[in-house]
Every structure is written in structure tokens, then in C-alpha cells.
């Protein structure tokens, strides 16, 4: 019987990993040149540029006026800065605040497909990106979704001069919750590795050493001091909701803590509700 199942399983696998390269140009989480004329029809298209950090080239965009507060957006896992594309089509968003979005390393056109399992890592490819902006004199508000979310908290903490206030959406901050997923240890084998789209090989990358990564921030998280928002969805799979209440245990030393629970959201807040982010960012301004 439990060969039948193995078995059964590893047909199972087969079959979305051939699926996975059918589709893999759908599932590359990045806007083209072409895709960014189309979805910003009618708006003012985001400059895009590309900065030499350390090893790698990293891809952000921008837009918006110089003399505003920054609201540097940090995307999940897999993503891409398209995550955040809907904020920067927002007229009212545009008077308050400056935005940038990144491309994490290993996403987008930052290195795709080759993820980087260290957040201190992570977190030196974006620094040179807000110390742009900081130089400039402005605030800098950092929002992190999901994955992003213990990146935007390792910014602070290692980098404190250079944020002013987290906002953390959905963010799998909390090790315990964590999951250990079997099939992230076959997708990593390099005959199963580079069968998969790049995006989930970087994604699979980052995320095999996330617990550990995690499990190393928890005595720093103390050393937060910047007002912290918090939005998380009681309908959330992906990431377990209990992550708003390690969030509120751990940021003890912040100057504040809002968490914002909602009854009938899941994990995709900046799709499902774009609302609750926009009120956190000009929430966060008026700090």
C-alpha cells in the first residue's frame, strides 16, 4: 500500500515538474518592457534601473516626486517589483509618497534564478539602493510582503539609520511556523533543480534555510526601534496568522506597534486588499 502511494507520488511530481517547464515563461514573476507600456497605459511608466552591487546587478524602479517620502516596496517569494506595480499606478499614493521596487536577488532581473539563502546577504544587495535615497535627506518607509517581510526587519537591524518605519504584510517572520516542506529537498537535487521554472528555483533556494535564517534573527529583533505596522489575514495558508502575534512579542522595543488582523483575508493582500497598505503608508508618513 505505501508503495502504491510512493509511487502514486512521485507520478504526482513528475507531472507538475513537466507542467512547470510547459508553463515556465508564464511563471517567470517579471514584467518585460512590452508588459510595462501596456500596464501603465495612461499612467506615467516607472524608470527602471540597474546598480552593481557587490557581485551582481540588481533591478529596481522608481517613480514619483524627488522631494517626497521614499516607500521602498519588498516583495515575497517568487515575486518580482511588479508585485507592487498596482501602488504605482495610484494617484493619490503619488502625491504622498516617492515609490521604489526592488527585484530581490535571484528574481525579476536581478540574477534570475540564482536565490540567495542569507537575509544579511540580502539585505547588503538592497543597501546601496535606500542609501540613494537617504543621502537625499528623505524618510524611508520599508514594506515587506511575505518572504519580505524578514528582510525589511534584518534591514532594520542591521542598517538602522536607514529606515524610519516597517510595514510588514503577511510576513514569515516567526521560525516555529515555519514549514519544513519535503519536496523543497527533491527540488533542490540538481537533476529535479533545473527542471523547475528559475523563479521557483530561486524561490526553493531562499526558502530550503529561511528556519534557520530566522532562528539566527531572533535575539536581534530587540534591537527595532522604528514604528512598526503589521497586516495580516486570519485566511492566510501561505503564512501562518500567528506571525502578527511573534511580531507584537518581539518588537519590544519599537516605538510603536499597530497590528492589523483581518477576519476574511489571505495571504495576497497587495492584490486582495491594496487598501489596507495604502492607509499603513500614509499612516506611517504622518510619524
Not at 504622498?96 to 547588503?124: C, N, P, T, W
Not at 502578527?244 to 518588537?251: C, N, T, V
Request: hydrophobic share 45%; with cysteine; net charge positive.
Amino acid at each position: 500500500m505505501l508503495q502504491k502511494f510512493t509511487i502514486k507520488v512521485f507520478i504526482g511530481y513528475l507531472c507538475i515538474l513537466l507542467l512547470a517547464q510547459l508553463f515556465s515563461g508564464c511563471m517567470s514573476f517579471r514584467m518585460n518592457n512590452r508588459e510595462m507600456k501596456e500596464y501603465f497605459a495612461g499612467h506615467t511608466i516607472p524608470k527602471e534601473h540597474r546598480i552593481h552591487v557587490l557581485d551582481k546587478d540588481i533591478n529596481y524602479t522608481e517613480i514619483g516626486n524627488d522631494s517626497l517620502p521614499v516607500a521602498f516596496f519588498v516583495h515575497g517569494s517568487p515575486g518580482s517589483w511588479s508585485a507592487f506595480a498596482g501602488f504605482m499606478k495610484d494617484s493619490v499614493l503619488l502625491q504622498k509618497v516617492k515609490m521604489v521596487s526592488v527585484d530581490r536577488i535571484g528574481f525579476g532581473y536581478s540574477d534570475f534564478g540564482h536565490g540567495e539563502k542569507s537575509l544579511a546577504k540580502q539585505v547588503a544587495y538592497l543597501k546601496p539602493i535606500v542609501v540613494k535615497y537617504k543621502a537625499q535627506g528623505k524618510k524611508i518607509i520599508l514594506i515587506g510582503h511575505s518572504l519580505g517581510g524578514p528582510i525589511i526587519a534584518k534591514m532594520a537591524i542591521d542598517y538602522p539609520e536607514l529606515v524610519d518605519n516597517l510595514i510588514f504584510v503577511a510576513g514569515s517572520i516567526d521560525p516555529t511556523l515555519e514549514p519544513t516542506r519535503w519536496y523543497r529537498y527533491i527540488m533542490d537535487f540538481v537533476g529535479v533543480r533545473y527542471m523547475i521554472p528559475k523563479s521557483f528555483r530561486a524561490s526553493n533556494d531562499e526558502i530550503l534555510y529561511l528556519k534557520e535564517e530566522l532562528e539566527e534573527m531572533l535575539p536581534q529583533w530587540q534591537s527595532i526601534r522604528q514604528p512598526c505596522i503589521v497586516i495580516q489575514g486570519n485566511k492566510d495558508v501561505l503564512v501562518h496568522p500567528k506571525n502578527a502575534a511573534f511580531a507584537k512579542r518581539m518588537l519590544v522595543n519599537a516605538e510603536s506597534v499597530e497590528i492589523w488582523l483581518k477576519d476574511d483575508m489571505n495571504h495576497f493582500v497587495p492584490w486582495s486588499n491594496p487598501e489596507l497598505i495604502n492607509q499603513a503608508i500614509l499612516k506611517s508618513i504622518a510619524r
